[in-house]
């Protein structure tokens, strides 16, 4: 771990402590001079450490910026143990990973980002994820299942991002089946699994799972395709100090919990109790995007979420389906 991640963790561990240059350099076993480096470049990311004579160093006030260092201390605290790497901007943390399952790595690791450049989304949607709005990570991972266990993943993850934002943001958060997650109305998230598996085996080699989450709406507003849909968890006027790691802590902690117990499905409940379709009445959109040929199955009414997460549905002629892909929206009446 650098100096710099040494000396951050001190200082955000004893919030409110001056501590003195000699004092850290013993405690962390580096010399006066790489502690002073160390502070100085801390201040320049953004992070409000005063140095006040005869007292030393005190850390104010942490940016909301990413940081590995503190993530994995806080996950380790835990007894979570993943590999876990912060950029501030990448093209697509599933692709990253995807380009190191592919490689052979298998290690299971988190790669966080502030920033991607060319985010993705499902059916080959992009994904919006602009500087300075919201953190977007992924997971890869070595689940010993099939491929289609292994979609739960996306269910698994929806719980657990749910049951974080209501962690921090402390607010109701709801899902919209499959993989969307809703605060106040809005969509706040959206989730990517993706995997490599072995045909002669019939399992997962490897799986990627990706989540990006709207922290605060972008100046300007969302762009006009996703305005109408598309919400943010905090509000612009919220003192940003580092919620992109407590949130991050919080979800991969809650990811965790679900994952140690996968087969068991734990996660299950969870899910339909925050689902807002059930018992609704919804349009179905297919797979492809588009709307059902038979018009009399266009709409349905909602009735339930099986142990497969597949939606449990009652058409306008009176005939039940189990849906297993598409998409869904919530008909207004």
């Known amino acids: 771990m650098k100096i710099k991640d040494q000396v951050l963790l001190l200082l955000e561990e004893h919030r409110g402590e001056f501590f003195s240059g000699q004092e850290v ?18 201040q320049k990311e953004g992070y409000a450490i005063e140095a006040v004579n005869n007292k030393g160093y005190i850390l104010e006030k942490a940016p909301d910026v990413l940081s590995a260092a503190y993530i994995q ?14 950029e501030k901007i990448v093209d697509s943390t599933n692709n990253v990973l995807k380009q190191y399952g592919a490689a052979g790595e298998k290690r ?3 790669l966080l980002a502030e920033e991607q450049s060319a985010g993705r989304g499902r059916r ?7 500087e300075g ?10 689940p010993n299942v099939g491929a289609e266990e292994g979609t739960l993943l996306t269910t698994l993850t929806a719980v657990a991002a749910a049951e974080a934002v209501e962690e921090i943001a402390g607010e109701p958060v709801q899902i919209k089946w499959v993989n969307d997650v809703w605060l106040r109305g809005k969509k706040i998230s959206g989730i990517l699994t993706e995997g490599s598996a072995s045909m002669e085996e019939g399992k997962l080699e490897y799986v990627v799972v990706g989540i990006g989450i709207n922290l605060y709406e972008p ?20 003192t940003r100090e580092n919620l992109r790691n407590r949130l991050s802590v919080a979800f991969l902690t809650n990811f965790m919990k679900y994952y140690r117990s996968f087969p068991e499905r734990s996660y299950l409940e969870a899910y339909r109790e925050r689902c807002f379709a059930i018992g609704k009445k ?3 959109i297919a797979p492809d995007g588009a709307q059902a040929g038979n018009a009399a199955r266009e709409y349905a009414k909602v009735l339930g979420i099986d142990e497969a ?21 919530i008909r207004m009446e």
């Open 25 to 42: 350099a013993e405690r962390l076993s580096v010399t006066r001079a790489g502690v002073w480096k160390a502070v100085k470049a801390l």
């Open 108 to 110: 299971d690791m988190v």
């Open 124 to 130: 080959g949607r992009s994904f919006y994820s602009p």
């Open 282 to 284: 919804v349009r179905i």
């Open 133 to 142: 709005t919201g953190l977007y990570l992924s997971l890869l991972l070595h």
């Open 309 to 329: 997460c597949h939606l449990h549905v009652q058409y306008e002629d009176g005939s039940t389906e189990f849906l297993s892909s598409g998409e869904i929206s």
């Open 219 to 238: 100046k300007g507003g969302f762009p006009e395709g996703i305005r109408e849909v598309a919400g943010a968890v905090f509000t612009n006027h919220i």
């Open 73 to 86: 201390r806080r996950l380790q605290e835990k007894g979570i143990y993943l590999v876990v790497q912060a």
